[in-house]
């Protein structure tokens, strides 16, 4: 029997190597590959959309858009043109949820700070009240890297369309309050082709372990 193990170990040295070559090989092809869905109005909660294009399911792109971030510097679509971006809607004066969105969004930031095609973008939801100068203070407070991340502040009529027609990411705020909105927690991922990849809690670590996967697997792409 040993005559025979060692006339043919060669053989079974082989035989054993190739075989586990093919289960490894059989697995992952059979192993579902991760994918990110594409979301549209239809697929997001209704309150969180506007009316008018709640129906859509298909084809749903971020507009374009015309803001002032903290340094006074007008910023467009096009500064984010074949980007990854987190975008999500704050005002400085909250205190209750968006110190830990901040906070976690500067983790993000952290997370790709060599990554150039990664950006962040947040909104305010209270234009009239977070300027230029307080939008400049409370970058400076979190640590913001005016190159990888913009907080923008505009017409609130154009805030609003943006954050229920584009991002999806907003409540409606009192009725009789023209434009009114009620930010959440949600951080919205948008891919390089303007579209809605993924919702996150922003006040959730779990979720920001699985918005940095995510914007990783975008980046591989």
Request: aromatic residues 14%; hydrophobic residues 40%; contains cysteine.
């Amino acid at each position: 029997m040993l005559e025979f193990l060692k006339k043919y170990r060669l053989f079974f040295g082989v035989f054993f190597v190739l075989s586990a070559i093919i289960l490894s090989l059989f697995y992952s092809a059979l192993k579902p590959k991760k994918t990110l869905p594409i979301f549209n109005p239809a697929d997001v909660n209704p309150e969180l959309v506007d009316s008018t294009v709640q129906y859509k399911s298909k084809y749903h792109t971020i507009a374009d858009f015309s803001f002032i971030n903290q340094n006074g510097k007008t910023i467009t679509q096009k500064d984010y043109e074949g980007k990854i971006y987190v975008a999500d809607f704050f005002f400085t004066t909250c205190g209750s949820i968006c110190p830990k969105m901040t906070t976690n969004l500067s983790d993000i930031q952290k997370a790709f700070a060599s990554n150039p095609k990664v950006k962040l973008l947040s909104f305010t939801v209270f234009p009239e009240t977070d300027s230029v100068p307080v939008l400049k203070a409370y970058a400076k407070k979190y640590n913001v890297d005016e190159n990888k991340w913009n907080l923008v502040t505009g017409d609130k009529k154009e805030i609003y369309t943006m954050a229920r027609k584009s991002y999806l990411a907003v409540k409606l705020g009192k009725p009789s309050e023209l434009y009114d909105m009620v930010h959440t927690e949600n951080f919205v991922l948008v891919d390089t082709k303007k579209r809605v990849r993924g919702f996150y809690d922003g006040t959730n670590k779990d979720d920001m372990k699985r918005l940095i996967e995510d914007i990783t697997f975008l980046a591989n792409e």
